[in-house]
């Protein structure tokens, strides 16, 4: 149901585009998204991706993950969940941390609140790029 107007229609597009974002794990960005697609529809325009992702994420199909670069990952997984990002080569990795449903009860009873929805990234090297980093340690050495 998207909030704005409150009703959107199904669409072919829209359905192929969550298809693929709920394909992968890779957290893709929408020019993935369009190749994916084109695959399945070659005739498709990134115009049509870059709106129906919008809509996605506005109907709570998708998330989109912004880090501060020039471009935005999706998320085919819209439940509340956590990330790690990588800051050496990018790859974003879904986390399951149950503790962390705990949180927002914490908060809500610290402060006489009502938690309805929070967000929390952590940041490092991933295990490939620590791999690569202790490789070349070793050969230095």
């Known amino acids: 149901m998207n909030k704005k107007t409150g009703f959107v229609r199904k669409t072919k597009q829209r ?8 394909s992968t794990k890779t957290h893709p960005t929408a020019d993935w998204v369009y ?5 399945h529809m070659p005739n498709v325009s990134l115009g049509t991706i870059y709106r129906n992702l919008k ?4 109907m709570g199909e ?3 993950l912004s880090y501060g670069s ?3 990952r999706f998320d085919g997984n819209a439940k509340n969940h956590y990330h790690f990002v990588c800051q050496e080569c990018g790859e974003v990795v879904d986390l399951d941390i149950p503790l962390m ?12 609140v009502k938690v309805t929805d929070h967000r929390l990234e952590f940041y490092g090297q ?16």
Do not use: F, P, W
């Open 126 to 141: 991933c295990e490939h790029c620590l791999s690569i980093g202790d490789m070349q340690q070793n050969q230095a050495n």
């Open 35 to 39: 190749q994916e697609v084109r695959k």
């Open 15 to 22: 359905e192929v585009i969550l298809n693929v974002l709920r």
């Open 101 to 112: 449903a705990q949180l927002e009860a914490s908060v809500a009873d610290a402060a006489d």
């Open 55 to 58: 809509t996605l994420t506005e």
């Open 70 to 72: 020039t471009y935005s």
């Open 62 to 64: 998708a998330l989109e």
